[in-house]
């Protein structure tokens, strides 16, 4: 199994930035997926999941109405749209999945992880 996250970059405040995520070796279809993030010193977080149809969502306090989860199932691929960024948005991004709907909220929950990417916001 392999998740593959990439579109991380260097911002300023205010933009937007897209995030990618690209599943093999599993039956993507089948799996809810969400993303969490990392910053520096701090635990990793859940920011957003959807579910495996895609006609659920959740998301963090700190990113409703910011951040979009979607996801592509022909393609085997998970996005995050981020807008209007902020510095405290900057940490590393990690896409995962999991058969648990009803717990998509923590980490415990997930199965398989991606490798990260990194988005700086810078002020």
């Known amino acids: 199994v392999q998740l593959q996250a990439s579109g991380g970059g260097l911002v300023q405040a205010g933009d937007s930035l897209t995030l990618s995520c690209t599943a093999s070796?599993?039956?993507?279809?089948?799996?809810?997926m969400g993303w969490f993030r990392q910053a520096p010193g701090k635990e990793r977080e859940f920011v957003a999941g959807?579910?495996?149809?895609?006609?659920?969502?959740k998301y963090a306090r700190s990113v409703q109405d910011r951040f979009i989860i979607s996801r592509e199932n022909a393609k085997n691929t998970l996005y995050l749209q981020m807008n209007s960024l902020k510095p405290v948005d900057t940490a590393v991004y990690y896409c995962?999945?999991?058969?648990?709907?009803?717990?998509?909220?923590?980490?415990?929950?997930?199965?398989?992880w991606g490798q990260g990417t990194q988005v700086t916001v810078s002020s």
């Open positions: 995962a999945a999991t058969r648990d709907w009803r717990l998509i909220m923590f980490r415990t929950r997930y199965g398989y």
């Open positions: 070796g599993l039956p993507f279809s089948d799996y809810n």
């Open positions: 959807i579910s495996d149809s895609g006609g659920l969502t």
